[in-house]
């Protein structure tokens, strides 16, 4: 499978072990375009709650932090997968959200970008628990990526092609034991009858594959993490390079 080629990812081929796709991460590989703007005001939250808390689905199959009015709003495609989605998120998560978001000024909208099978099973589970859960688990399995896929690496090709080959309902939690996020999940709150139940909605994962393939199409997606900013994509994805944006369009 190409693995830059989202738009021909199928579930059909997810029954077979496939190789983890990291090559689908991308490198910035520009200084992005020039923007421009008057400083914001801060958008003060409706009184008793605060951006930061505010979390929810989107119609577009992501999961929403912050102000749904912020007049800046950030899309980020990641795959759990992906070592360079693990460093944005560790070096932006504290300021990014405890700056920006909560500022009302900046919304993030997280949508998962499906790899491989690894990385569909996790994304089931970060999405299993109440909208509210979602960017901890998030987080917190970008944070673990490393040993999660030493763990379905160190299984082995004839324990991972069995997991895959399972049917459809019962093949993602195969995955999960393979890789130990069964016991991952239940320590983060997702107790293990829940998890089965999310793990057997294959029918969910075949959404989380179409839409993946969609939006690949949509935004030009070839690569994670991606982001697009006020519906243009942007040429840069560290942190650093995100940031700058956001203060140029007048979150400063």
Known sequence: MNRLNIRRLALAAFAAPLALGLAACSESGGTGAALSGEPIENIAP?????????????????????????????IEFASLT????????????????????????????FRNFVMNPLDLTMAMLTRCGQPGAFFALTEQTLASQSAIIDAWTKAGEAQVAQAASQPPEKR?????????????????????????????????????????????????????PAFVINGVKADVNTWPEIKAQLETMGAR
């Open 46 to 74: 409706p009184e008793g709650k605060s951006w930061t808390e505010t979390v929810e689905k989107t119609p577009e199959g992501g999961y929403r932090i912050g102000n749904p009015d912020a007049p800046i709003k950030v």
């Open 82 to 109: 992906c070592p360079h989605c693990a460093t944005f998120t560790e070096t932006s998560k504290d300021e990014l959200k405890q700056g920006f978001v909560a500022s009302g000024r900046v919304s993030l909208e």
């Open 172 to 224: 993602y939690q195969a995955i999960a034991k393979v890789a130990g996020l069964d016991e991952f999940f239940a320590a983060r709150g997702i107790a293990a009858e829940q998890a089965s139940t999310c793990l057997a909605d294959h029918e969910g994962a075949e959404v989380l594959v179409e839409t993946t393939s969609k939006q690949s199409d949509e935004y030009g997606i070839t690569g994670t």
